[in-house]
């Protein structure tokens, strides 16, 4: 079984649905009212996907979700005189989810838009939420808007043409879900590998549900990430400078940043030594790098546009212990001092 369905909560209405393919057959039934949104990556290794379907292709990749692709999409939807009457459904990684979920929530002050995973990432994280957006320059998703897909549909079959590093890419969502709230998962994770995954359906099945599930009770409780779901953000904060700064994907670079937050989890809060040393196995044990060598001015100024910045001080995601997240305001020169510390540490 490749499909599977739950339906979530927010603010009271039944918002976000993970569709049975006969869902799916009705919606795209009436081809009139639909645009699917892909990268041309996607098309190449799903093109029966897209037969006899109004489709938009864009270029692959994270340089691309910006504001001049947001305005080619916007032109597009003009032309092809979409209207509050149709669907939009972006069809591929998180880049995509996020491009194509910002270009319907403003595009006449918002029209319905659906999302089909196609990495694990997005299945396991990007899709799910609400939020969406684009960067500017070297800063991550700093425009955008919490918007939530009238649908997500998840299709494991997807994932058989992902390259080995893109799997890693999103154990690394996996293992800050597992580190922030979910020891049981952090257990299963250590006593596996990602081949246990990849090659068993039904695994990779409860594994994808669970961590949609641990998301979305955090999305629920705080859908405008105002508190508890800040913790979601865990290894984001330096994360998201490097990933721009040192090209990295966002995966390296989320798992690089819980490098450095659960090492300052030790220095400031409750984690035991111990327990950093399990992560930096856990993290080796899915193939992501714990370390890439980085100019810290430069990537200190971009951190410094973070969206979680106030004032002088940064709400940054720190574990109490394995399975506990916990956030502590830093000021900005303590953090700074902090990294370089770190950084000393790993060469
Ligand atoms: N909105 C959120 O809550 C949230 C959460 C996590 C990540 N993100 C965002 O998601 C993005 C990262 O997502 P990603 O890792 O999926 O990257 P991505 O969307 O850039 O995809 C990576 C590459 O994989 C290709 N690809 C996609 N599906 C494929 C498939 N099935 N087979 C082969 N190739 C495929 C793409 O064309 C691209 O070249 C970042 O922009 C990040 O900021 C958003």
Not at 85 to 100: A, F, P, Q, S
Not at 105 to 128: Q, W
Not at 267 to 287: A, F
């Amino acid at each position: 079984m490749s499909l599977f369905s739950i339906t979530y909560q927010i603010h009271g209405t039944s918002k976000n649905t993970l569709i049975s393919s006969d869902s799916l057959n009705d919606i795209i039934q009436d081809q009139s009212n639909i645009v699917f949104i892909t990268d041309e990556m996607v098309m190449s290794h799903h093109s029966a996907f897209f037969s006899d379907k109004k489709n938009i292709v864009i270029p692959y990749g994270e340089k691309n979700k910006n504001l001049e692709t947001l305005n080619i999409l916007l032109e597009k939807f003009l032309n092809l005189k979409l209207g509050r009457g149709h669907r939009i459904v972006g069809v591929g990684g998180g880049m995509i989810t996020d491009l194509t979920g910002f270009a319907a929530s403003i595009y006449k002050r918002g029209v319905r838009f659906g999302f089909v995973p196609t990495t694990l990432t997005a299945m396991v994280d990007a899709s799910i939420g609400g939020k969406n957006g684009i960067n500017i320059g070297d800063v991550k998703n700093i425009v955008g808007t919490v918007s939530q897909p009238e649908f997500i549909h998840i299709q494991t079959q997807f994932l058989q043409s992902l390259p080995k590093s893109m799997w890693s890419d999103g154990f690394a969502e996996i293992i800050k879900h597992a580190l922030i709230g979910n020891e049981v998962l952090c257990n299963d994770l250590l006593a596996s590998r990602i081949e246990d995954y990849s090659s068993d359906e039904i695994r990779l099945e409860k594994l994808i549900f669970d961590n949609i599930s641990q998301k979305v009770k955090l999305v629920e409780r705080d859908p405008f990430d105002t508190g508890i779901r800040n913790s979601l953000n865990l290894g984001h904060t330096l994360g998201h400078a490097l990933e721009k700064k040192l090209n990295l994907t966002h995966g390296q670079a989320v798992a690089i940043g819980m490098n450095f937050a659960s090492w300052l989890s030790t220095k400031t809060s409750t984690l035991k030594y111990n327990e950093y040393e399990i992560i930096l196995q856990l993290l080796s044990r899915y193939n992501l790098p714990l370390y890439q060598e980085f100019d810290l001015d430069a990537v200190f100024e971009s951190l410094l546009n973070d969206k979680k910045k106030q004032d002088e001080n940064i709400r940054f995601v720190l574990l109490e212990n394995i399975g506990k997240s916990v956030i502590h305001n830093i000021d900005t020169t303590s953090l700074k001092s902090y990294i370089s510390t770190w950084k000393n540490l790993q060469s």
